[in-house]
T-cell receptor, first 111, second 111 residues
Framework: SAVISQKPSRDICQRGTSLTIQCQVD?????MFWYRQQPGQSLTLIAT?????????ESGFVIDKFPISRPNLTFSTLTVSNMSPEDSSIYLC????????FGPGTRLTVL | QKEVEQNSGPLSVPEGAIASLNCTYS??????FFWYRQYSGKSPELIMF????GDKEDGRFTAQLNKASQYVSLLIRDSQPSDSATYLC???????????FGTGTRLQVTL
């Protein structure tokens, strides 16, 4: 199974600022995904991070708010832009090789 | 109608009993199904997956799939207090190339 790391593990941010979350996989993977999980709820897919092209966003998520980069087959970033308290959540990076695995998550609190 | 449905629970079983977790899905194009375990404050971890009708066993865990009924289940034999967690069912559709998650079932194994 792939080992996935995320940075930062948690952050407290002010309204109106932006935070970039990094995701590193220890092996090359075909697909990488970004999810959001709000307290007590299931996983919501934000977007699929495509290597060499724009990310594919799910309904309700837009590039201006959640820009994503994927410069190679082992790394991706998610930026949460112009944050509001409603963006407080856990953000999870996921990678798919033969199976899909998750990183440890980034717990974001917006004040 | 949600694409993947699970009873949110909590499902309470005594230690040593069999826990039965159920999941239904709406997309007949779904090809494979995954069970993840998520402890509070942690990211989901893959337990097992199944793509053929019938049963698949791995240690104390058995996944069951019935495509005609669009039904997936996870049985946990000899339940232990350490099995107490939220169990997420996910369906993979090749055309969409993504997992769709249910809302999860919270399992409590009591002493």
């Amino acid at each position: 199974s792939a080992v996935i790391s995320q940075k930062p593990s948690r952050d407290i941010c002010q309204r109106g600022t932006s935070l970039t979350i990094q995701c590193q996989v220890d092996s090359q993977v075909t697909m990488m995904f970004w999810y959001r999980q709000q307290p007590g709820q299931s996983l919501t897919l934000i977007a699929t991070a495509n290597q060499g092209s724009e990310a594919t966003y799910e309904s309700g998520f837009v590039i201006d708010k959640f820009p994503i980069s994927r410069p190679n087959l082992t790394f991706s970033t998610l930026t949460v832009s112009n944050m509001s308290p409603e963006d407080s959540s856990i953000y999870l990076c996921s990678a798919q090789g033969n199976e899909q695995f998750f990183g440890p998550g980034t717990r974001l609190t917006v004040l | 109608q949600k694409e993947v449905e699970q009873n949110s629970g909590p499902l309470s079983v005594p230690e040593g009993a069999i826990a039965s977790l159920n999941c239904t899905y709406s997309d007949r194009g779904s090809q494979s199904f995954f069970w993840y375990r998520q402890y509070s404050g942690k990211s989901p971890e893959l337990i097992m997956f199944i793509y053929s009708n019938g049963d698949k066993e791995d240690g104390r865990f058995t996944a069951q799939l019935n495509k005609a009924s669009q039904y997936v289940s996870l049985l946990i034999r000899d339940s232990q207090p350490s099995d107490s967690a939220t169990y997420l069912c996910a369906a993979y559709t090749g055309t969409a190339s993504k997992l769709t998650f249910g809302t999860g079932t919270r399992l409590q194994v009591t002493l």
